[in-house]
């Protein structure tokens, strides 16, 4: 698949989607289970979740350059083969942000954390790569590629 910058946006926008409705979920089932006050249930839910949305949002974007040299790298893999390598990019990255953290260790709840950003980040590649492939055919995707290497070095003999 053409990894171009309409994909690398759609990507990134699902994965930052993704990644705060299931922020969202975790935040409600949380405070329901340790609050009994009504008002303070709904205001750790709000502020939990915009807090955790704007950050993710941000961190999302700046690491949208990875995202795209990735997918450019992995442009002939089959899906399965670049879901699965975007979901451990989006497990590495996170695991390597949380332990620059001052006070975070690599407790089994930070590696949970972890897991489900390399879920979201495999959920957006896989949804990207569908979209994309209703648009255009594979093959359609890769004649629109730019010549790179020795495809560049015949390209400029003609």
Not at 40 to 47: A, E, G, H, P
């Amino acid at each position: 698949m053409h990894f171009d910058a309409r994909a690398v946006c759609r990507h990134t926008l699902t994965t930052w989607l993704a990644f705060t409705v299931i922020t969202f979920i975790a935040a409600v089932v949380a405070v329901f289970f340790s609050v009994s006050d009504l008002g303070v249930r709904v205001n750790s839910v709000m502020y939990t979740t915009i807090t955790v949305s704007v950050v993710s949002f941000i961190l999302c974007w700046v690491f949208a350059p990875i995202a795209w040299w990735a997918g450019r790298a992995l442009r002939h893999a089959t899906t399965a083969v670049s879901t699965a390598a975007f979901g451990v990019l989006g497990f590495v990255v996170s695991a390597i942000l949380s332990m620059t953290l001052p006070g975070i260790t690599l407790h089994p709840l930070t590696l949970a954390i972890c897991a489900v950003a390399g879920a979201c980040c495999a959920f957006g590649r896989w949804s990207t790569e569908r979209a994309c492939s209703r648009v255009l055919p594979r093959s359609a995707h890769e004649e629109q590629l730019p010549p790179v290497g020795d495809e560049l070095a015949q390209s400029r003999q003609v």
